[in-house]
Nanobody, 127 residues
Framework: QVHLVESGGGLVQTGGSLRLSCAASGNIFSISAMAWYRQAPGKHRELVAAVTKGGSINYADSVKGRFTISRDNAMNTAYLQMQMNSLKPEDTAVYYC???????????????????WGQGTQVTVSS
C-alpha cells in the first residue's frame, strides 16, 4: 500500500557526512510513523531514528548529536531524510526506510502494519 525508495548512500571517510532520502508513495495518508533502520553484516537490524505523524522524534543513543531525521510531504509523496554527520566506521551498514501504517480492517477495527520496507541503501564509512 506504500512504496518506499531510498537514495543517498555511498562511501565516505571517517568524519564525513551523507544525507539519506526516502520517498514514500501510495497510501501516504495512512502513515503513522517513519523510521530509518540499519543492518550491519552479522548483526540484527536496529532502529536508528524515527519520527511520528505528530512530530515526535527518537534516536538511537549511538547516533544522538550526529544524525538528524526530518519528514515532509509534497503532493502525493511523503519524504523522509536523515542527515548523517561525523560518520564513524561503526555506522557502516545497509540503511532501510520503514513506515508504520494505521489501517482499518473490514470490521472497522484499526490496527498498525509495521511491515513496510524500502530496498535499502549501503553506507560505508572508511577508517
Amino acid at each position: 500500500q506504500v512504496h518506499l525508495v531510498e537514495s543517498g548512500g555511498g562511501l565516505v571517510q571517517t568524519g564525513g557526512s551523507l544525507r539519506l532520502s526516502c520517498a514514500a508513495s501510495g497510501n501516504i495518508f495512512s502513515i503513522s510513523a517513519m523510521a530509518w533502520y540499519r543492518q550491519a553484516p552479522g548483526k540484527h537490524r536496529e532502529l536508528v531514528a524515527a519520527v511520528t505523524k505528530g512530530g515526535s522524534i527518537n534516536y538511537a543513543d549511538s547516533v544522538k548529536g550526529r544524525f538528524t531525521i526530518s519528514r515532509d510531504n509534497a503532493m502525493n509523496t511523503a519524504y523522509l531524510q536523515m542527515q548523517m554527520n561525523s560518520l564513524k566506521p561503526e555506522d557502516t551498514a545497509v540503511y532501510y526506510c520503514n513506515c508504520i501504517l494505521e489501517l482499518e480492517d473490514a470490521s472497522g477495527s484499526w490496527y498498525f502494519n509495521h511491515d513496510n520496507w524500502g530496498q535499502g541503501t549501503q553506507v560505508t564509512v572508511s577508517s
